[in-house]
T-cell receptor, first 112, second 114 residues
């Protein structure tokens, strides 16, 4: 069965610093992987997706993620954090029945 | 830009009451989903719906839950007799293809059962 593990429930960075949010997945089939962002009191917005094309995926707001099959990872990065990036980030895998299986989320705090 | 909408944004109900959460998916989408997020926890899949029938449901989606697409635009989630543990944010999502394409999420309905 598919599963997602996000290391670190909270990550704190300074404004301008590198953002790295970790996601590891388990999948018995070639996975489709997603990162979603949730701002306070809002729904889930897709940041980016991996669907077996390029392993380095670029998303909105300067985020990108790299699919590494050997490491079963799909970590999310952004070179320079902005205050507006403060939110909760969810990694998800789409399983063979197409439902999304989410990780437990990582809350990103950005310090001025 | 097309978006998924949900009503109401917040619903307060008493334990044992029936609630209906409403969603309007993106118009050309064919696949519909409900997820829930209990406060402080991960987003959990409830049910998927295609071609006017349930494709898959989770263990959470017991006999107290039902879904319906009563017309060409709405997609509803009904909880027949709410329990305190049903308090959560409920998200509707839709997609225009299955698997490869992203699901578009609505803003959610916060259900509070007292």
């Amino acid at each position: 069965a598919q599963s997602v593990t996000q290391l670190g429930s909270h990550v704190s960075v300074s404004e301008g610093a590198l953002v790295l949010l970790r996601c590891n997945y388990s999948s018995s089939v070639p996975p489709y992987l997603f990162w979603y962002v949730q701002y306070p009191n809002q729904g889930l917005q897709l940041l980016l997706k991996y669907t077996s094309a390029a392993t380095l995926v670029k998303g909105i707001n300067g985020f990108e993620a790299e699919f590494k099959k050997s490491e079963t990872s799909f970590h999310l990065t952004k070179p320079s954090a902005h205050m507006s990036d403060a939110a909760e980030y969810f990694c998800a895998v789409s399983d063979s029945s197409y439902k999304l299986i989410f990780g437990s989320g990582t809350r990103l705090l950005v310090r001025p | 830009e097309p978006e998924v909408t949900q009503t109401p944004s917040h619903q307060v109900t008493q334990m044992g009451q029936e609630v209906i959460l409403r969603c309007v998916p993106i118009s050309n989408h064919l696949y519909f989903y409900w997820y829930r997020q209990i406060l402080g926890q991960k987003v959990e899949f409830l049910v998927s719906f295609y071609n006017n029938e349930i494709s898959e449901k989770s263990e959470i989606f017991d006999d107290q839950f039902s879904v319906e697409r009563p017309d060409g635009s709405n997609f509803t989630l009904k909880i027949r007799s709410t329990k305190l543990e049903d308090s959560a944010m409920y998200f509707c999502a839709s997609s225009d293809n299955v698997g490869h394409y992203e699901q578009y999420f609505g803003p959610g309905t916060r259900l509070t059962v007292t």
